[in-house]
């Protein structure tokens, strides 16, 4: 059985020492985050995550959720642990203060939410999508909505969900059917199925918050012709309590590979109430919101799966003997040798270890510009927002495949032991697989990175990213102790910039090319990213180990001189696919294939 | 639903074109096997994976075996088509002649064991371990054992096993803990456990015949004190027919990501009565027998996978409406165009195609040396044997991985109907997981590569792959047509000599810096190994298309060059990975993981 720890002291290191120039906690109404506050609040949330949540994980998994006649049952354990996880406060930690949040800033959140991810994503995905639907409604619902549905959604009495994608139509919701008609008294009805509707139904909490995408009447076609709709469960009595049904209904839920224990609805909507949330046929808008802030959100689904896939390979690493060392046996003494002593195994655990903890500190880096969007204003919220908008495909989709390699490793190295269900480590893999594919497949992020956000403002976005950068690896190529780590990030960011330049050219030309080089290019852009973090990392771990010897740094350290010569070096050949453009796979004829 | 359709046309031209020249039917007993007789051979082949197997595939995976007090149910329909598929002959297929099989060329079974992993890879390991272990009776057994067990096992009317790992020990065979003891007349009595025996209990076949390694009594320590036991189910009687039980128990099966259609059993060996299959004490010889053919038979379950799901990918993608092509609508009549109209589509699409048609070819290519080596004698019969051994390891790891890969892009291509257990396509990548683990994980086929296989007789293997394919690039290089394509592979080529010196060089000093490399050297060698054969594919696709244009050799040409474009290009990054050494990894103190 697999266990799981947080690791509350990288966590520290992340919060603490390497954003603590980010100054987080001077920004308005942060100023009661100080890492004193984070430490005992992580250190909180690690308890209910390892004690509460994470022996919940494999059983979810193998129980699932059950349908019956419109019902949707949860594995056994998952109300009670929802119960206490609410009772206990914790949904009101991100909410904003207004409807008895706790306004915790989203550097907190890239750690709590990890620890979730670790320990039980299926559970993670109910209030996950209950904190994204509350995004969308305290930004764009009117103050009797709110006041209606936000106290209760905030406090975890009332769930939330996203209900976009219909049968015939995922990426592409300019084709959606589900339509709204105007209801009697201002209201609107309506009628249409939704599927792959993550929390659709469960009996979790009292009631649930469908915001739903549909076309309302004289709606313009296509994309510009979308509205969004906040359709309740139950409708809500003019005293705030639950009443009647609101013909909202779940037709079935889906089998899937993975998060087993995560209730995957068709939704059906036949004339119930809804209410319209932000400006007639402008619900892109408001569905972006939600989206990036879930897309954020996906990608720490994956480095919470490398995390407690990386925990239970070293593990099983340490105590598993099986023949000797190369160089003769380590353990004389016992029958065998533990397989961490080969260096295949170790290159698999340091794969591991660098892809994951380079993927939370680039989430908590990201995640400070979220925060200074938020609270921040003028130019520093304008380039906060800009940042974010930039690195959001990255960071959901890097971390998501990186999530599915680091779990299939953890496996391998259990050898065949990582292939049976009861040793956990499977699991893992199959929870990660929808990661990569969900809140719009990686490819869509890569389309999303070309085509809007590097043209956006004609590349002012980019100029976030590549002038500090450069900078920085300027200042540490001219620093002996860090030279040898700087220079391949040099070669590497040199050919991110012609790549870039290269995209920019040729698509103007054939936006095919664009297309062509997508998702080679966003994966060369988030190594890049993770090597930035990783020199950033190697900084602060060269000056403490200036003071004398400690374990800690330099496992940082070496961890960050592995990146640079294991991990990076996939810049080459991302580079090279990027420059083979797109001529033999659009010439190729469609009836060949 | 997903559907098969066996690539026949495909493999006429691996059998035909791309491998006449090797002369398969000039080998002695092979004459009969003209590219007629196998064309004949697979198309009836065809129509049994396609209407019985096939059809099997994914309710196989959602009923999966059952245990019950000793006994394996496997699902609804497995028995009937195991009898069917027995009657009419195929299992007899392979085996030699001298027990009344037919003695196909293993040339032929690369292609026809791919069609049995496409259409149902649980099912196919049934007769494939039988299979394994006829060729291990055969080549080691006495000839009182081979009359009394051959003719059954040929005919399918008994299955067969691989008993090697224990609880304790999967890759270190030397601990094994299963005794044998001299029994009263002549045989052994063994006892001790085993897991993870595919097919180890069923009903299927009248009895089940065990290949068992054990340690007879006074056996050396360790690896060479290791026998292999021949260990029936039920004994046999002196008229040949099924007896008593044999006290061989299953004491359970396990619970797995995938292949659950194949039972997983382990199998409890209380004083059974066994028979000496080779030299005793020297079990390990004739176990590598039955493991080598083994490693090449889980390669192409990784082609078989792949290509079912390519197959299924390219349909998906013409038929799912979704957006518009990025050059402007293709299809302005429909709703929306089908994904295959984009780039990144595409990408995947032919990443799949040059995977699984490179795979193939280079099976194909591997198996006529096999051929040779069974049937020529002298000299080439000695080459033969050297090529099939170097290139083993590398057909397993380099196979499965690719097939993982392949099956796991299948599912991209899907999206989020990808994830979801009725289409089929999420199957095929939990079945394709285990084939990176069993017969030896793919990190220790890579140390065998670098550790056993390019050691021995001093290189001398290496040459039987590095001179001719230098000479037919060198050739190729002068070649107008073909050079954009030879000149990549050729510098591919170059990284791979230099890797090859680099390792042969630092593990004298340092073992550790082999095993640091053995995995991306593997992977090197495989993509310079399919490279090769692709140019000698493209080469023939040239020729055809200088007769006028051809839909098949266009989109063979194509392939071959995006295989060069976007696939060869991992060599930089690979070969990077190899010269960074063992440093880092190895100074990484334990207990800092």
Same mark, same amino acid.
């Given at each position: 059985?697999?266990?799981?720890?947080?690791?509350?002291?990288?966590?520290?290191?992340?919060?603490?020492?390497?954003?603590?120039?980010?100054?987080?906690?001077?920004?308005?109404? /942060?100023?009661?985050?100080?890492?004193?506050?984070?430490?005992?609040?992580?250190?909180?949330?690690?308890?209910?995550?390892?004690?509460?949540?994470?022996?919940?994980?494999?059983?979810?998994?193998?129980?699932?959720?059950?349908?019956?006649?419109?019902?949707?049952?949860?594995?056994?354990?998952?109300?009670?642990?929802?119960?206490?996880?609410?009772?206990?406060?914790?949904?009101?930690?991100?909410?904003?203060?207004?409807?008895?949040?706790?306004?915790?800033?989203?550097?907190?959140?890239?750690?709590?939410?990890?620890?979730?991810? @670790?320990?039980?994503?299926?559970?993670?995905?109910?209030?996950?999508?209950?904190?994204?639907?509350?995004?969308?409604?305290?930004?764009?619902?009117?103050?009797?909505?709110?006041?209606?549905?936000?106290?209760?959604?905030?406090?975890?009495?009332?769930?939330?969900?996203?209900?976009?994608?219909?049968?015939?139509?995922?990426?592409?919701?300019?084709?959606?059917?589900?339509?709204?008609?105007?209801?009697?008294?201002?209201?609107?009805?309506?009628?249409?199925?939704?599927?792959?509707?993550?929390?659709?139904?469960?009996?979790?909490?009292?009631?649930?918050?469908?915001?739903?995408?549909?076309?309302?009447?004289?709606?313009?076609?296509?994309?510009?012709?979308?509205?969004?709709?906040?359709?309740?469960?139950?409708?809500?009595?003019?005293?705030?309590?639950?009443?009647?049904?609101?013909?909202?209904?779940?037709?079935?839920?889906?089998?899937?590979?993975?998060?087993?224990?995560?209730?995957?609805?068709?939704?059906?909507?036949?004339?119930?109430?809804?209410? %319209?949330?932000?400006?007639?046929?402008?619900?892109?808008?408001?569905?972006?919101?939600?989206?990036?802030?879930?897309?954020?959100?996906?990608?720490?689904?994956?480095?919470?799966?490398?995390?407690?896939?990386?925990?239970?390979?070293?593990?099983?690493?340490?105590?598993?003997?099986?023949?000797?060392?190369?160089?003769?046996?380590?353990?004389?003494?016992?029958?065998?040798?533990?397989?961490?002593?080969?260096?295949?195994?170790?290159?698999?655990?340091?794969?591991?270890?660098?892809?994951?903890?380079?993927?939370?500190? /680039?989430?908590?880096?990201?995640?400070?510009?979220?925060?200074?969007?938020?609270?921040?204003?003028?130019?520093?919220?304008?380039?906060?927002?800009?940042?974010?908008?930039?690195?959001?495909?990255?960071?959901?989709?890097?971390?998501?495949?990186?999530?599915?390699?680091?779990?299939?490793? &953890?496996?391998?190295?259990?050898?065949?032991? &990582?292939?049976?269900?009861?040793?956990?480590?499977?699991?893992?893999?199959?929870?990660?697989?929808?990661?990569?594919?969900?809140?719009?497949?990686?490819?869509?992020?890569?389309?999303?990175?070309?085509?809007?956000? %590097?043209?956006?403002?004609?590349?002012?976005?980019?100029?976030?990213?590549?002038?500090?950068?450069?900078?920085?690896?300027?200042?540490?190529?001219?620093?002996?102790?860090?030279?040898?780590?700087?220079?391949?990030?040099?070669?590497?960011?040199?050919?991110?910039?012609?790549?870039?330049?290269?995209?920019?050219?040729?698509?103007?030309?054939?936006?095919?090319?664009?297309?062509?080089?997508?998702?080679?290019?966003?994966?060369?852009?988030?190594?890049?990213?993770?090597?930035?973090?990783?020199?950033?990392?190697?900084?602060?771990?060269?000056?403490?180990?200036?003071?004398?010897?400690?374990?800690?740094?330099?496992?940082?350290?070496?961890?960050?001189?592995?990146?640079?010569?294991?991990?990076?070096?996939?810049?080459?050949?991302?580079?090279?696919?990027?420059?083979?453009? @797109?001529?033999?796979?659009?010439?190729?004829?469609?009836?060949?294939?």
């Amino acid at each position: 059985m697999p266990n799981y720890k947080a690791p509350l002291r990288d966590m520290q290191f992340v919060y603490d020492e390497l954003l603590a120039s980010e100054n987080i906690n001077q920004l308005p109404g /942060m100023e009661e985050f100080t890492p004193e506050t984070i430490h005992a609040v992580l250190d909180e949330a690690s308890k209910i995550c390892e004690e509460l949540l994470f022996p919940l994980n494999r059983t979810g998994d193998e129980e699932g959720c059950h349908f019956d006649q419109g019902e949707v049952t949860v594995p056994k354990g998952f109300y009670e642990a929802y119960q206490e996880y609410k009772e206990a406060g914790w949904p009101t930690l991100m909410a904003s203060t207004e409807f008895g949040g706790q306004g915790f800033p989203h550097t907190f959140y890239m750690l709590f939410g990890e620890m979730l991810c @670790s320990s039980n994503l299926s559970f993670a995905m109910y209030p996950e999508l209950t904190y994204g639907a509350c995004n969308a409604i305290s930004r764009f619902g009117s103050d009797e909505i709110k006041q209606k549905f936000m106290p209760k959604m905030v406090a975890g009495e009332w769930s939330g969900t996203m209900c976009l994608t219909e049968p015939h139509c995922g990426t592409d919701l300019a084709q959606i059917r589900t339509y709204a008609e105007n209801g009697s008294d201002g209201h609107y009805s309506i009628t249409g199925s939704k599927i792959f509707i993550s929390a659709g139904e469960h009996k979790l909490t009292e009631n649930i918050v469908h915001l739903v995408l549909a076309r309302a009447p004289d709606a313009p076609e296509g994309i510009k012709g979308i509205s969004l709709f906040l359709v309740p469960k139950f409708k809500i009595n003019d005293d705030g309590s639950v009443g009647d049904n609101n013909s909202v209904s779940c037709g079935s839920i889906e089998h899937k590979m993975g998060i087993k224990a995560s209730s995957t609805c068709t939704m059906n909507f036949d004339g119930a109430t809804g209410y %319209l949330i932000g400006t007639l046929h402008k619900g892109m808008e408001a569905m972006f919101e939600m989206m990036n802030s879930a897309r954020l959100g996906v990608g720490l689904q994956g480095v919470g799966l490398a995390e407690i896939s990386y925990q239970n390979a070293v593990e099983y690493a340490n105590e598993r003997l099986q023949g000797r060392a190369l160089t003769g046996a380590k353990f004389p003494d016992k029958a065998a040798d533990p397989i961490i002593v080969h260096p295949d195994v170790r290159r698999m655990l340091l794969t591991m270890r660098a892809y994951t903890e380079g993927a939370r500190a /680039m989430g908590g880096w990201i995640a400070t510009y979220h925060d200074k969007d938020l609270k921040s204003s003028g130019q520093e919220k304008i380039d906060a927002e800009e940042m974010v908008a930039l690195m959001t495909p990255i960071i959901k989709a890097f971390f998501t495949d990186i999530g599915f390699e680091v779990t299939n490793i &953890g496996m391998q190295v259990f050898g065949g032991h &990582g292939f049976i269900r009861e040793n956990g480590m499977e699991q893992y893999a199959r929870d990660a697989r929808i990661t990569q594919i969900y809140e719009g497949t990686n490819g869509i992020q890569a389309l999303d990175l070309v085509g809007r956000k %590097l043209p956006r403002r004609m590349g002012r976005l980019l100029r976030h990213f590549f002038h500090p950068i450069q900078n920085y690896i300027d200042q540490k190529l001219e620093e002996p102790n860090l030279k040898t780590l700087a220079s391949p990030l040099d070669k590497a960011f040199g050919r991110l910039q012609r790549a870039t330049g290269f995209i920019a050219q040729q698509s103007m030309k054939n936006p095919d090319e664009a297309g062509a080089a997508a998702s080679d290019y966003l994966r060369l852009f988030g190594l890049v990213s993770m090597g930035y973090i990783w020199l950033r990392m190697a900084e602060i771990a060269t000056q403490q180990l200036a003071d004398g010897e400690d374990p800690f740094y330099q496992a940082k350290l070496d961890t960050a001189t592995f990146y640079m010569e294991r991990l990076l070096p996939q810049n080459s050949t991302l580079f090279a696919n990027i420059m083979s453009g @797109s001529k033999t796979m659009m010439s190729f004829k469609a009836s060949s294939f």
